[in-house]
């Protein structure tokens, strides 16, 4: 079955200090790939997406992420956390077609120290 | 990318009571869906909206306690019946398109 696992729960890093949450994912073909944030009480929003292509993806805030087909895993990184990136974070795995939905990891809290 | 309006924000719900969820998406899309986020938790798919038939639950969640609705491509509706304390959790639905995936602002549900 597909699963995504992100095994860090909370990770508390310094402001201005750079940042790596961990994603991996169990599929047998390449999935689209999602990392969302959600702050306290807000929704979901898209930080970035893989479908195909170029393995380093950019997004929105600062972020990226990194596709590595042989680790299955679809990091995401940013150089300089501002406080304001403090939020819990959802990586994602969609299988498209028919089975539309998306499958998402425990997700990590970010804490974010002055 | 759509946008999709969910209402209510918030509701406190007396226990054995039902409340009815709406979604509205912007434009036109292929699929919706609604997860549930217990406290604390990550998302967990309910049930795939289809328009015009009867929603896709996923193991453990069955028609008569979320019964969803979607009449059009824009819309749908998902009701928790019989509510008990343990369906408090933040509800949201999602609308599938060409763009990827977007989400509601979330519902969330306590009941007391």
């Known amino acids: 079955a597909q699963s995504v696992t992100q095994p860090d729960i909370h990770i508390t890093v310094s402001e201005g200090a750079s940042l790596e949450l961990r994603c991996n994912y169990s599929y047998g073909a390449t999935p689209y790939l999602f990392w969302y944030v959600q702050s306290p009480g807000q929704g979901l929003q898209l930080l970035l997406k893989y479908f195909s292509g170029d393995t380093l993806v950019q997004g929105i805030k600062g972020f990226e992420a990194e596709f590595k087909r042989s680790q299955s895993s679809f990091n995401l990184r940013k150089p300089s956390v501002h406080w304001s990136d403090a939020a819990e974070y959802f990586c994602?795995?969609?299988?498209?077609?028919?089975?539309?939905?998306?499958?998402f990891g425990k997700g990590t809290k970010l804490s974010v120290k002055p | 990318s759509a946008v999709i309006s969910q209402k209510p924000s918030r509701d406190i719900c007396q226990r054995g009571t039902s409340l009815t969820i709406q979604c509205q998406v912007d434009s036109q899309v292929t699929m919706m869906f609604w997860y549930r986020q217990q406290p604390g938790q990550s998302l967990t798919l309910i049930a795939t909206a289809n328009q015009g038939s009867e929603a896709t639950y996923e193991s453990g969640f069955v028609i008569d306690k979320f019964p969803i609705s979607r009449p059009n491509l824009t819309f749908s509706t998902l009701t928790v019946s019989n509510m008990s304390p343990e369906d408090s959790s933040i509800y949201l639905c999602?609308?599938?398109?060409?763009?990827?995936?977007?989400f509601g602002s979330g519902t969330r549900l306590t009941v007391v």
């Open positions: 994602a795995v969609g299988l498209g077609g028919s089975q539309g939905n998306l499958i």
């Open positions: 999602s609308g599938q398109g060409d763009y990827g995936y977007t």
